[in-house]
Each structure stands twice: as C-alpha cells, then as structure tokens.
C-alpha cells in the first residue's frame, strides 16, 4: 500500500481513491475476468486483435498496481478452454501476444517482485507457447512480492475434473482405491493453485454477469464487483474504486452480518452500482 501512495501525489485523479482504502482490509487474491476485448475493437470498427492488443496495457496497470498495493494473488483469466472455437486466425494473434507480453514484461515482473505462474492444461499450448511460458515462469520463481496467475487454457470444470481424477489416480496407484473417499479438502490439495487462497474479490469487466467456466470452486464466498468498462479501458482508478466498493461490503459466509450485531453494514450489490455508493461519499470517481 506504502508503495502506491509513494507513486501518487495529491494531484493525481486516482489519490482520492487510493487513500480511500483501507490497508488492514485489502483482498488478499483478487481474481478478474478480462472481458470485452472484441466490443471495444467492434465499436471502433476494427478487427478484433486490436482489442486484444489494446487490452496487455492494462494487464500491465493492474499487476503494478496490485504489486504496489501489497495484494498477495493476482489471478487473470487469459484463455479458456472454450476459446479454442474461436477462429484460428484469432486464436493465434492470441498466442502472438501472449508470448509479446511475456518477452517485454519480464523485466517490470522482476522489478516488482512479481511470480508469475500458469493455471489450466499448459500441457496443451503451442510448444514455443509453453516453452516461453515456462521460462519466465522459471525465471521470477525466486520472487517473493504478488503471485500472478495466468489462468490459461483453463476452465473451472475441467480444474475440478481435473483434481477428482488426481485422487483417482493416486488411490489406484497406492492400491487403496476401494477406500477412496473425497473430500472438500482433498479437492482443493489438487486443484492448480493449492498454495494460493480462494479469491476475495472477483472483477467482471464489460458489464456481463457471467462466471464463464472460471474458478469455479475457489469462488464460493467471493464478493463480485461488475462494471461496464471494456478492459481495454480498464484503468488504475477501476481496480481501485472495485476494492473501495468490496471494503463496503459485510462478508458473511453463510453466517451473521454486522447488522445482526447491532452495527451499520454497507448495502451490498454485485454491480458497479457499488460505485454511486462511492460517488455519495464525495470521492472522485474519474
């Protein structure tokens, strides 16, 4: 948090926002699915790769940003299983950037501490895909500041499936397989991130209200905060104002809220409605 407010100063847009946040109630893992990469190119009626491309600028924003504000995980939902039926020109462009980003990013990860790592079937990459992948995952496995998930190749089923058929395959190798029983905890040991705690808050950007297949176990008790900007645009001031409006909210977890205990709780919603909560409360909001 320290080193946000030590990039900012009482001038920039974004101050008010920061020093809205409380440091002792950050999320610990934030999760975001990048969306509306195709609606931002469509509507500036260019082909569909210069949205993706216009969208690495704020991947680069919000990993700086999370690295300056001390949040413990970063996940980003990169390509999905599902994203193989989409056209191979496209998918492609896709890899083109992606191993871009891992080229010219290296730098500014090891900069920030930064660990990179991969969730999903990377098995099943492009081998000069995975390979790069690999590498600059080798080479910031020593660093020690936010961990950033590239979840690739994945979806939330799959991870499951994925998981159970771990456990399967354990028990029938150790020969005890009649007596398998699974568990939650036994699950979540095999899922692609263990060491990594489910996330706290999950950001939806383009305004749909989906989950898409993405972390589908780990988000149980996750606050949801959805907003119309297409990630292209997605700025420092967004992520920002998310994490304002989810330290407004009364986690629960299946059980009483501070209301039951006779304190005042912050309405909840889903929705970047969240933000007129922010904007009565005489913060800037751009």
């Given at each position: 948090m320290k080193a946000l407010l030590e990039s900012l100063n009482p001038d920039d847009r974004d101050w008010d926002l920061a020093t809205a946040i409380d440091p002792d109630r950050l999320p610990a893992h934030i999760?975001?699915?990048?969306?509306g990469n195709g609606r931002w190119a469509r509507r500036r009626a260019l082909p569909r790769v210069a949205g993706h491309r216009a969208?690495?600028?704020p991947v680069r924003s919000t990993v700086e940003t999370c690295a300056r504000l001390g949040i413990e995980c970063?996940?980003?939902y990169a390509f999905s299983v599902e994203n193989w039926k989409r056209p191979k020109a496209e998918v492609e462009a896709l890899w083109r950037?992606?191993?871009y980003y891992?080229?010219?990013e290296l730098p500014e990860l090891q900069r920030n501490g930064v660990r990179l790592q991969a969730i999903g079937r990377v098995e099943e990459l492009p081998e000069r895909v995975r390979e790069e992948l690999e590498e600059v995952i080798a080479e910031t496995a020593s660093n020690r500041g936010l961990r950033v998930y590239l979840a690739i190749n994945y979806g939330g089923r799959s991870e499951i499936a994925d998981a159970v058929n771990a456990l399967i395959a354990e028990a029938r190798s150790e020969d005890r397989l009649s007596s398998l029983r699974i568990d939650e905890d036994a699950i979540s040991r095999r899922l692609y991130a263990p060491d990594c705690c489910d996330p706290d808050l999950l950001i939806r950007t383009s305004g749909e209200m989906r989950i898409s297949n993405f972390l589908l176990w780990q988000i149980a008790y996750s606050e949801f905060y959805v907003?119309?900007?297409l990630w292209p645009d997605f700025t420092r001031g967004d992520l920002l104002r998310a994490i304002v409006a989810y330290q407004r909210r009364d986690r629960r977890y299946g059980g009483l809220g501070l209301e039951a205990d006779g304190?005042?709780?912050a309405p909840v919603s889903v929705v970047a409605a969240d933000e007129d909560l922010i904007a009565a409360s005489g913060m800037s909001l751009r």
């Amino acid at each position: 948090m320290k080193a946000l407010l030590e990039s900012l100063n009482p001038d920039d847009r974004d101050w008010d926002l920061a020093t809205a946040i409380d440091p002792d109630r950050l999320p610990a893992h934030i999760a975001i699915i990048m969306d509306g990469n195709g609606r931002w190119a469509r509507r500036r009626a260019l082909p569909r790769v210069a949205g993706h491309r216009a969208g690495v600028g704020p991947v680069r924003s919000t990993v700086e940003t999370c690295a300056r504000l001390g949040i413990e995980c970063l996940t980003l939902y990169a390509f999905s299983v599902e994203n193989w039926k989409r056209p191979k020109a496209e998918v492609e462009a896709l890899w083109r950037l992606l191993r871009y980003y891992l080229r010219k990013e290296l730098p500014e990860l090891q900069r920030n501490g930064v660990r990179l790592q991969a969730i999903g079937r990377v098995e099943e990459l492009p081998e000069r895909v995975r390979e790069e992948l690999e590498e600059v995952i080798a080479e910031t496995a020593s660093n020690r500041g936010l961990r950033v998930y590239l979840a690739i190749n994945y979806g939330g089923r799959s991870e499951i499936a994925d998981a159970v058929n771990a456990l399967i395959a354990e028990a029938r190798s150790e020969d005890r397989l009649s007596s398998l029983r699974i568990d939650e905890d036994a699950i979540s040991r095999r899922l692609y991130a263990p060491d990594c705690c489910d996330p706290d808050l999950l950001i939806r950007t383009s305004g749909e209200m989906r989950i898409s297949n993405f972390l589908l176990w780990q988000i149980a008790y996750s606050e949801f905060y959805v907003t119309d900007t297409l990630w292209p645009d997605f700025t420092r001031g967004d992520l920002l104002r998310a994490i304002v409006a989810y330290q407004r909210r009364d986690r629960r977890y299946g059980g009483l809220g501070l209301e039951a205990d006779g304190e005042s709780a912050a309405p909840v919603s889903v929705v970047a409605a969240d933000e007129d909560l922010i904007a009565a409360s005489g913060m800037s909001l751009r």
